[in-house]
C-alpha cells in the first residue's frame, strides 16, 4: 500500500517538473552554445574531468535527443554522474522538456607503432621518401 503512495508521489512529481519546461523549438547552434557554458561552468568549478567529456563531440538526433560520443565506459560512468544537472541544465536554457540525452561508444583508432628499427626506417621513409634514397647512396643496414 506504501508502495502505490509512493507512486502516485513519484508520477505528481515528474508531472510537476514536466510544467516546468516549455517545448520550444530549438537548433544545433543554441544547443551547442548552452551545451558550452555548461562545460564552462564545470570547468570554473575544478571538474576537469566532467569537462572533458563535455568536449566530446555531440550531435543532435530526431528532435530532442542528443548523441554524445565517447570512446570509453569509464567515461559513460562519469557522465551518468552529472547526467541529470546536464538534462536539467539544457531543459531549462533552451525551455524544451523532451530533451534526453544518448551516448554512443566508438572504437578508438589504433595508431600504428613501429617498433623494431626496420619497422621504424619503413615508416618514416614513407613519410620522407628520400631515406630510402640516402640509405642505398650511403649502403646502410636499418637494422643496425
Known amino acids: 500500500m506504501a508502495e502505490a503512495g509512493r507512486k502516485k508521489e513519484e508520477k505528481k512529481t515528474e508531472e510537476q517538473s514536466q510544467e516546468l519546461y516549455g517545448e520550444d523549438p530549438f537548433d544545433a547552434d543554441q544547443l551547442r552554445a548552452s551545451w558550452n557554458l555548461f562545460a564552462e561552468q564545470k570547468k570554473q568549478e575544478g571538474r576537469d574531468v566532467e569537462y572533458a567529456i563535455l568536449t566530446q563531440d555531440f550531435y543532435l538526433k ?21 547526467r541529470s544537472d546536464l538534462i536539467t541544465y539544457l531543459k531549462t536554457e533552451l525551455n524544451n522538456r523532451h530533451i534526453q540525452i544518448e551516448t554512443e561508444l566508438l572504437e578508438e583508432e589504433k595508431a ?27 649502403g646502410l643496414d636499418p637494422d643496425l
Open 112 to 138: 600504428y607503432r613501429p617498433y623494431t628499427n626496420k619497422e621504424k626506417f619503413e615508416y618514416l621513409a614513407t613519410k620522407k621518401p628520400i631515406l630510402k634514397d640516402l640509405q642505398e647512396r650511403l
Open 62 to 82: 530526431e528532435k530532442y535527443t542528443i548523441v554524445l560520443q565517447l570512446t570509453n565506459t569509464v567515461k559513460i560512468n562519469i557522465l551518468d554522474r552529472f
